[in-house]
């Protein structure tokens, strides 16, 4: 059973860097996963912010420019480096796993990744 902890939100002012970690483990040695990141504020559906699924990285175009994924596929630990932050990006922010995969995987859908950490709050204010 894959198991994702996240960590390093925190409440920051418009323009400052902050860095997520996730730490995955329980992972059968030579299946290789997809890691991502989503991000959510009440009352709307999580929303895909960046991926790493092999050699690709993968970002929503919000985020583009200003949030690097980095980390492998085999390795414990993700990152996402998040910098120029601004309120919009506000939310709370969850660790995601599945298989890798190819072509035409819808994985903007939260339903398609298999598995998830717990969440860590991340608050920009203007």
């Known amino acids: 059973q894959v198991q994702l902890v996240e960590s390093g939100g925190a409440l920051v002012q418009a323009g400052d860097s902050l860095r997520l970690s996730c730490v995955v483990s329980g992972r059968t040695t030579g299946y290789y996963h997809a890691v991502g990141w989503f991000r959510q504020t009440p009352g709307k559906e999580r929303e895909f912010v960046a991926a790493?699924?092999?050699?690709?990285?993968i970002y929503v175009d919000s985020v583009k420019g200003r949030f690097t994924i980095s980390g492998d596929n085999v390795g414990n630990t993700v990152n996402l480096q998040m910098n120029s932050l601004k309120p919009e990006d506000t939310g709370v922010y969850y660790c995601?796993?599945?298989?890798?995969?190819?072509?035409?995987?819808?994985?903007?859908?939260?339903?398609?990744?298999?598995?998830w950490g717990q969440g860590t709050q991340v608050t920009v204010s203007s």
């Open positions: 995601a796993a599945t298989p890798i995969f190819t072509g035409s995987y819808d994985y903007l859908r939260a339903t398609s990744w298999q598995y």
């Open positions: 790493l699924n092999w050699n690709d990285r």
